[in-house]
């Protein structure tokens, strides 16, 4: 993930910055994998593994399997093999960047929402 080149002008998204960004809220908008991350970031720097995930999460291992797999794709979170262990990791960096990339999309200073009127 990488920071998209050329905001210095204006913020209008393309539709290809408007997919990607819609790709990765939709995989950090899930509670399971939202719980995932913040579980193998509390144990920074020693890593999870998806037995420490199933117990943490009661949740079976096939669906904390799914979820992380949907992580390790969209890049928030590492893999590392030990033997027959896979050791996960987060992605600081990840999270860092769609701050970053949304962040443009909206001014630093808001404007207040008019005052509604009745008839």
């Known amino acids: 993930m990488t920071a998209w080149p050329g905001r210095e ?3 209008r998204l393309t539709a290809a910055e408007a ?4 790709y990765e ?3 950090l908008a ?3 994998r939202l719980r995932i991350l ?3 970031a509390e144990r920074m720097p020693e890593p999870t593994t998806v037995t420490a995930l199933v117990a943490e999460l009661r949740l079976s291992q096939s ?5 992380v797999k949907v992580l390790l794709d969209a890049g928030y979170l590492t893999v590392q093999r030990a033997g027959t ?3 996960y990791r987060p992605v600081a960096e990840a999270l860092t960047a769609v701050a970053q990339r ?3 999309q909206w001014p630093a200073a808001s404007v207040e929402p008019k005052a509604a009127t009745t008839a």
């Open 9 to 11: 002008g204006g913020t």
């Open 19 to 22: 997919a990607q960004l819609a």
């Open 25 to 27: 809220f939709q995989v």
């Open 30 to 32: 899930d509670p399971t």
């Open 38 to 40: 913040s579980f193998a």
């Open 63 to 67: 669906t904390v399997s799914h979820h």
């Open 85 to 87: 262990w896979s050791l």
């Open 102 to 104: 949304i962040a443009p």
